[in-house]
């Protein structure tokens, strides 16, 4: 849990920022009113904090190739530390997988992945799911439209 009390301030970087990552300092500074040196010091200090967690470029999937999303709900035989951690590192060490959730309810992981084609996401589900002993069941969507994505935070 993040202990850092937001200004108003900070609030207004983070909603331009996740609007726009390679926003200039400049126009940082003129929109909340403050200096460029004084947005440079917030945002390292939210960097710091652990507020500021990334800047990613987001790109469409299909012009990387992956012309497949999935959802797969993922239930695990047994849920030890060891287990739960062990399932974890398997899925941040993928690619192919986008997001990776511990959840409550019938599934212990929600994961969201992509793949090229149906071929590539059999591959993916073999070495992630059916080799794995400690995978009970897993059920699997595939997305038939992308209606919204996103990871931003409202503020």
Do not use: H
């Amino acid at each position: 849990m993040i202990k850092f009390e937001l200004t108003d301030v900070d609030f207004k970087i983070i909603a331009l920022l996740q609007r726009d990552a390679r926003v200039r300092m400049e126009t940082l500074a003129m929109e909340t009113g403050t200096s460029v040196a004084t947005v440079q010091r917030r945002i390292r200090e939210l960097r710091r904090k652990g507020v500021i967690i990334g800047d990613v470029t987001v790109i469409a999937p299909e012009a990387a190739g992956f012309a497949m999303t999935f959802f797969i709900m993922v239930e695990l035989e047994r849920e030890s530390i060891y287990q739960l951690d062990e399932f974890r590192r398997k899925m941040k060490a993928e690619p192919r997988v986008q997001q990776c959730y511990y959840i409550t309810g019938d599934a212990d992981f929600a994961v969201i992945a992509l793949a090229r084609d149906m071929q590539d996401f059999q591959e993916l589900t073999q070495c992630l799911f059916f080799d794995d002993p400690n995978i009970k069941r897993f059920r699997t969507s595939v997305v038939m439209e992308r209606t919204k994505v996103g990871i931003s935070v409202p503020i």
